[in-house]
């Protein structure tokens, strides 16, 4: 049996570990870094959007969304056609934080990639997003209260 996933989840758990650390100083932690670059990247987001980018349970991106709010690194502004709809916005704050996140971004891919070819870079990232699309089928009907088959 091959390791990918293995190989995959280690990557990921390594990367995550360090933003924890490295964005303490921001109060910035257990991925919540995650929904404010969602959130910076695509101002007027709803929550459930972002909820969806980033893999996670509504209640789950609620609690960080709620989180961020409370540090004013967002903020929720209603829609103007229907008031039920609340966006979300980074704040000055959130925009200055979200600067250093992506520099840190940038700086592990770049570790990630050393020695890779740009080729290499492409095929890698074409597997990924294929394997992501085929993984997002189960976490969608398991999401829905499905069972897999074994």
Not at 74 to 93: A, G, Q, S, W, Y
């Amino acid at each position: 049996m091959m390791e990918i996933l293995r190989e995959i989840g280690m990557i990921a758990r390594c990367l995550d570990s360090i933003s924890n650390i490295e964005f303490k100083d921001f109060q910035l932690s257990k991925g919540q870094y995650l929904y404010l670059v969602r959130i910076c990247e695509n101002p007027g987001i709803i929550q459930e959007k972002v909820a969806e980018m980033i893999k996670v349970d509504r209640t789950t991106a609620a609690r960080a969304i709620q989180k961020l709010e409370m540090q004013e690194l967002i903020e929720k502004r209603n829609d103007v056609e229907n008031r039920k709809i609340k966006k979300l916005f980074p704040t000055e704050k959130g925009k200055v934080i979200f600067i250093f996140l992506k520099r840190e971004e940038e700086h592990s891919e770049k570790v990630a990639l050393n020695g890779f070819s740009q080729e290499e870079k492409e095929v890698l990232l074409n597997l990924l997003s294929k394997m992501r699309k085929n993984v997002e089928i189960d976490w969608g009907l398991v999401k829905k209260g499905h069972n897999r088959q074994y």
